[in-house]
């Protein structure tokens, strides 16, 4: 009998999910216990006749759109050295002209995604191509609540838009610097042609050379052709503006109220490769975020929400009980975790079911290529998990 070969089933596994159009390309990183036990490429960048990038084969430093990655990266982070430092507190009450949105909400609620707000608003849709970000952040404040905060757990874009412009307030500099000042500088996650963590503005996005945009993989092209039932409600503010870019969404940011708000926002507007997604992962699980404290790591980690049903820890999640979630059974109770909307995910667990030492599980994809109409990732996410965890 043949010996199973558990790296060999992981690569056939992604390998076959480009195969079956799942996404056109991702880099999957596994690592447990101090070791990288797998960081592999797979497919291509792009797929579709105008897409840039078009069967650029993918390689392990390629840039992903991280969409809600965003949220535990950037925003948790930089939300856990704030209070580390004494800038806020976990029942902290979130300030005007914010609280209108969510009455009676802290920062905790906004973290557990229980502050009361909307799950989502098209508010690029409302102002078309009029923004900028301040507008839409306007429109967050005037949208009223969904229910009491701290009654119910609902995964809201809302509140971390508005943990961002928080952020930005406390740190008293604009979030994409304070990221990098504080997060990706001091661990050597910003340098290279682009940085392997960071913000893409829009203006920095339309200027990109032709060797900054090789690293970076495309996510959504904005063709009518594929939507025979009518063009969707995003294309009325991104098809204008993309125009020099083949209709393609390529170094800007694939989330539509993150381009609204110049690329730079708490929910979402992040870009990275597996390698630096796993850095920081690691520093989560282990330690090494300067500015915080390790007992400020261990409790957003650690933190379970209150609400009865919810998965939810301080910015993170955790897995579903019933095993019905992204990860399946493969991760322990204690796995704290989050996934993207593009396709990306990262899941750390420091007690695993089988005992071993702790494993951090990364995946990278750019699943909304050619549309974001494509659910395939989600048979997909439980079973990458299972091969990550028996490595």
């Not at 092209?221 to 969404?249: E, I, K, M, Q």
């Not at 599980?361 to 990550?388: E, Q, Y």
Request: glycine fraction near 10%; include cysteine; aromatic fraction near 8%.
């Amino acid at each position: 009998m043949t010996a199973r070969d558990p790296q060999q089933e992981l690569f056939a596994l992604l390998e076959g999910a480009v195969a079956d159009a799942v996404f056109p390309g991702c880099v999957a990183l596994v690592w447990r216990d101090g070791a990288t036990l797998y960081h592999e490429a797979h497919g291509h960048f792009a797929t579709h006749v105008d897409a840039p990038e078009r069967f650029r084969a993918v390689g392990r430093d390629a840039v992903y759109d991280l969409a809600s990655l965003t949220k535990v990266l950037c925003t948790t982070t930089l939300a856990a050295i704030a209070v580390s430092e004494g800038r806020l507190a976990l029942d902290t009450a979130v300030p005007a002209p914010w609280s209108s949105a969510c009455p009676d909400a802290t920062l905790a609620d906004l973290l557990r995604h229980s502050a009361g707000l909307a799950a989502h608003r098209e508010y690029f849709a409302e102002l078309g191509r009029r923004g900028p970000g301040e507008r839409l952040l306007e429109r967050v404040c005037a949208t009223p609540p969904a229910y009491i905060a701290g009654t119910q757990a609902i995964y809201s874009d809302l509140g971390f838009m508005i943990l961002g412009a928080w952020l930005e307030r406390a740190f008293d500099a604009p979030l994409d610097r304070v990221f990098a000042d504080r997060v990706a500088w001091p661990l050597d996650l910003d340098a290279g042609t682009v940085p392997r963590l960071g913000f893409h503005r829009l203006q920095a996005a339309r200027g990109a050379t032709s060797a900054e945009q090789a690293l970076v993989v495309p996510t959504e092209v904005y063709d009518p052709a594929l939507h025979p039932a009518g063009a969707p409600s995003w294309f009325a503010c991104r098809l204008p503006a993309n125009a020099a870019h083949g209709l393609t969404a390529h170094y800007e940011v694939h989330d539509d109220n993150a381009f609204m708000m110049n690329g730079v926002a708490g929910h979402a507007g992040l870009f990275g490769d597996a390698a630096a997604v796993l850095e920081l992962g690691r520093c989560w699980l282990t330690g090494g975020i300067p500015g915080l404290e390790d007992r400020w790591r261990r409790t957003f980690l650690e933190h379970i929400s209150p609400v009865p049903g919810s998965t939810r820890r301080l910015g993170w999640d955790g897995p579903n009980p019933d095993g019905s979630g992204a990860t399946g059974i493969a991760f322990s109770g204690a796995a704290a975790g989050h996934l993207g909307y593009t396709g990306t995910s990262l899941w750390l667990d420091p007690t695993p079911p089988d005992g071993r030492g702790p494993v951090i599980a990364v995946l990278l994809s750019n699943r909304v290529h050619p549309t974001r109409d494509n659910p395939a990732i989600v048979r997909l996410r439980p079973a990458f998990h299972r091969a990550a965890a028996s490595l």
